[in-house]
């Protein structure tokens, strides 16, 4: 179950950060004797001690998978219960009784989903890939090296993990020369310099010179001056709040040539279960969804299609989320800039009543080789399964359906493209801006087979959303591209714009990897 294992992982916090702190005050002290292989060896053995929070804390209690999954009913209950308590709570009316049992039930759902069974939202693909035998894949008695078997990143590659601590915080820089510890400012102080920079470049108001001292100093707190990378690429394993830093700021502060994100430590050794070959392909086929039918209120629905819809508006609402979401016309736009550059790669283009849930659940027999999905994204921070990629409501006979998309949804696929680009706001947003490893719509599709995945930490314009995925696909049907160097080229060249210079319109856009 999620909330288990977040609530084991939690609790297991503590004694891991003192672990860390020990193991890493110990390579310090090897490394100032000299003993380089000592240094070593305990750098590598504090990494470890991060990797076995994650791992302990996502396997079942009795050590097998149990048969059995929480009812879908019961997530789509909750959320419509809580629903209905904040919009008691915005009238004040928290003291009646249908605010009480509403609490009560609630609460009850919350027991049943904590004391349910191994959720199916981390699936044994999932586990295999980020749950290798750490003691014998992370580190080889004798060892001094990166003692994992096989395991070669790639010259120019940096991994970066960082781990927040209450009394101090670490980084190890792990390249294919070795691995190099760090000690940071502890997690107050990092969380304080990550919000004080994002309170600054989420407003469109702020512009490159407002943002540049702000950079400067998170930098200095996240990468200080001692570290020696080289690498021009790097991937980031980030904790806690670095989980909402848009990273290609400081990629392009340091003249990075890219930077993305990895969803932990353990992606390091995902390439133990494969060959390690990716092929690409020269014009991929994509499949697209944008611009869906949210509300009765729109204009698609009309004549007797509209009476309907009306009528069916005091009908409970099916989805777990009731909110009225604006249509989003851009999006339109945004699939007929990109079906120009693609041509016939273009296998579907969704739009309307066609962007349905129904029909993303038919990918897999398309065979795309790119999902791009232009819509709403709803984040739930209380209950992170419940969040979902919002298609048509309605269907084209004034019908109201089901549009929520799922990770339960997404891992319930057979396969889903080797890349998935979200163009909706939020969708890549840890819950409560805290990367803690809790199933998220980026993190299902990697379960899912995806390799790579692109979303948006925070809202923006539709026309910077245009502009941006625009010069991406230039960058990947045009030259011929890798979608990290495609997105990082398009968000320097957004920032050399004048009318999108503020990070506000791109730096949000940031691209996982399921391994190095």
């Known amino acids: ?122 699936s044994r693909d999932l586990r295999m890939r980020e749950e290798p035998d750490l003691a014998r894949d992370v580190v080889e008695e004798g060892s001094h090296r990166l003692p994992v078997p096989g395991l070669q990143l790639p010259s120019d590659v940096a991994v970066l993990t960082y781990w927040l601590g209450a009394s101090q915080s670490w980084v190890w820089v792990i390249t294919r020369s070795g691995v190099q510890l760090h000690r940071l400012p502890a997690k107050e102080t990092i969380d ?4 004080r920079l994002l309170k600054l470049i989420r407003s469109p108001a702020s512009g490159p010179a407002e943002s540049r001292a702000v950079v400067a ?33 400081l990629a392009q502060r340091r003249g990075l040539e890219t930077a993305s994100l990895l969803p932990s430590a353990a992606s390091l050794f995902s390439s133990l279960l494969s060959d390690g070959t990716v092929e690409r392909v020269r014009r991929p086929r994509i499949a697209m969804f944008g611009d869906p039918v949210f509300s009765s209120a729109d204009r698609r629905l009309s004549g007797s299609n509209a009476e309907r819809s009306l009528s069916a508006a005091m009908i409970p609402f099916p989805e777990a989320d009731q909110r009225n979401l604006a249509r989003l016309s851009g ?44 819509t709403h994204a709803v984040i739930d921070s209380d209950v992170p399964e419940l969040a979902a990629l919002v298609l048509s409501r309605f269907d084209s006979n004034g019908h109201r359906q089901q549009g929520s998309l799922r990770a339960r949804d997404i891992l319930a696929l057979a396969s889903t493209p080797p890349l998935v680009v979200l163009s909706a706001c939020d969708a890549a947003a840890e819950p409560g801006g805290v990367s803690d490893g809790r199933m ?5 599709f990697l379960a899912r087979g995806s390799r790579e995945v692109i979303a948006s930490l925070w809202e923006t314009s539709d026309a910077a959303a245009i502009e941006l995925m625009t010069r991406f696909y230039e960058g990947i049907y045009d030259q011929g591209l890798e979608p990290e160097a495609a997105l990082f080229r398009a968000q320097s060249a957004l920032a050399d714009t004048a009318r999108w210079a503020a990070p506000y319109y791109w730096a949000g856009f940031v691209l996982t990897r399921a391994s190095p």
């Not at 930098?219 to 290609?248: K, M, Q």
């Open 1 to 122: 179950n999620p909330d288990n294992r977040f609530t084991l992982r939690a609790r297991m916090r503590e004694p891991y950060d003192l672990r860390v702190d020990l193991l890493a005050q110990k390579a310090g002290r090897a490394k100032a004797q000299g003993d380089v292989a000592a240094a070593n060896v305990s750098a590598i053995e504090a990494l470890r001690a991060t990797l076995q929070t994650s791992a302990r804390s996502s396997r079942p209690m009795s050590g097998q998978r149990l048969a059995t999954d929480p009812p879908a009913e019961a997530y789509a209950l909750l959320a419509t219960r809580r629903y209905r308590l904040e919009m008691l709570t915005e009238r004040g009316d928290t003291a009646s009784p249908t605010f009480r049992a509403l609490e009560r039930e609630v609460a009850l759902l919350r027991t049943r989903l904590a004391t349910g069974s191994e959720s199916s939202l981390v």
């Open 192 to 195: 304080a310099g990550v919000a």
């Open 217 to 249: 100093e998170l930098e200095r707190l996240v990468l200080p001056p001692n570290i020696e990378v080289g690498a021009p690429h790097w991937r980031v394993v980030p904790d806690g709040s670095l989980g909402a830093v848009p990273w290609a700021l």
């Open 440 to 444: 998220t719509l980026v993190r299902a």
């Open 331 to 374: 999006t339109a736009l945004e699939l007929n800039s990109i079906a120009k550059l693609a041509g016939d790669a273009v296998v579907l283009q969704a739009t309307g009543f066609e962007a349905s849930r129904d029909v993303f659940l038919d990918l897999p027999s398309r065979r795309p080789d790119v999902l791009h999905m232009a």
